[in-house]
Structure formats: C-alpha cells, structure tokens
C-alpha cells in the first residue's frame, strides 16, 4: 500500500501514511513472539520511512494501541492447539490473561480513531502514538528499562574509563 500511494504523496510533497503497530511492537510479551515479531517489523519500517519521506512533506505516524475492545482477543486471534505445561507460568498465564479481558478491555475504538486523526492535524505531530492508559504504562515501563540496562552496561560496552551513571 505504501509503495502505491508514495508517488502521489512525493508529487504533491504532502501526505500522511499512518501505520498501525501496537505496543506489542515495543514491548515483547510471553506467548506473543510472532504477533510481536510483525509489529516490531511495523516499527523499524517506520522510523525508516519517516526518515526518507518526512524531508518531502510527507509525515509518518505509527499507531501503538494498547488494550482495546476489538476483535483481537476475539475471533480473529488465531493461537497453537499445541498447549506445553513448561510454558504455563510465561505464554499460558498470557493466554489464560488475554481470554479473561476479551471484551472488557479498557480502550475505546472511536476515541483511539479521534485521537490519531487529532495528531495528524496537530502543528507537533507526533510520530508516535501510543494509546490507552495500560498501552501507556507497558511502554514507559519498556522504556525505562531498556535506558536503565543501556546506563549500566554502557562502561563495559564503551571501556571502563567512560563515566557511568
């Protein structure tokens, strides 16, 4: 879709192209690895479009939705058969965690629409958008835990006479 409506979008140097990932696409979840996997990929296309395309007037937003009521936990989540009883306390819990929410999530379909086409019309568009408050809390926390990681391996990574933190 995106290489059908670039040359448009480049001719005019004006355009939108919005993504849908998912936090799943910043934050990895147990029993998730391939769901995850197609939203991180979502993500790196992206950032990377958004660096060619942003210089010719054309802006990327990527989508992160949280937990919301649709579909996703409903019929349109497709799981193994293949239940492993090693796994019961990681993917298992995460199954078992997203049968019981399907239909009681949190997040408000037609308030996530609102709210992406406010950003697009907003002067400081963002390039990300995450939505709803737990999509929210798993990337803040997601976040800080990487720069934590990065702020304590970063001597090793850069010699030990670089300042640590």
């Given at each position: 879709m995106i290489r059908a409506v670039l040359p448009g979008m480049?001719?005019?140097r004006h355009g939108y192209v919005v993504n849908i990932?998912?936090?799943g696409g910043?934050?990895?979840f147990a029993g998730s690895g391939y769901y995850a996997a197609t939203k991180f990929a979502v993500e790196g296309l992206?950032?990377?479009l958004a660096q060619e395309v942003e210089p010719l007037g054309i802006h990327v937003l990527v989508v992160e939705p949280g937990p919301?009521?649709?579909d996703w936990a409903g019929r349109s989540l497709?799981?193994?058969p293949n239940v492993i009883g090693d796994y019961g306390n990681s993917a298992g819990k995460h199954r078992r965690e997203i049968a019981e929410h399907n239909g009681k999530q949190a997040g408000d379909p037609a308030r996530a629409a609102e709210t992406v086409i406010k950003a697009l019309q907003s002067?400081?568009?963002p390039r990300h958008l995450v939505l709803g408050r737990a999509g929210v809390d798993n990337v803040k926390n997601q976040l800080q835990s990487?720069?934590?990681e990065v702020d304590h391996w970063k001597a090793t990574s850069l010699g030990a006479d670089y300042p640590t933190v």
């Open positions: 480049r001719a005019r990932a998912s936090v910043i934050v990895g992206s950032e990377s919301f009521r649709t497709k799981q193994s002067p400081t568009r990487m720069l934590q």
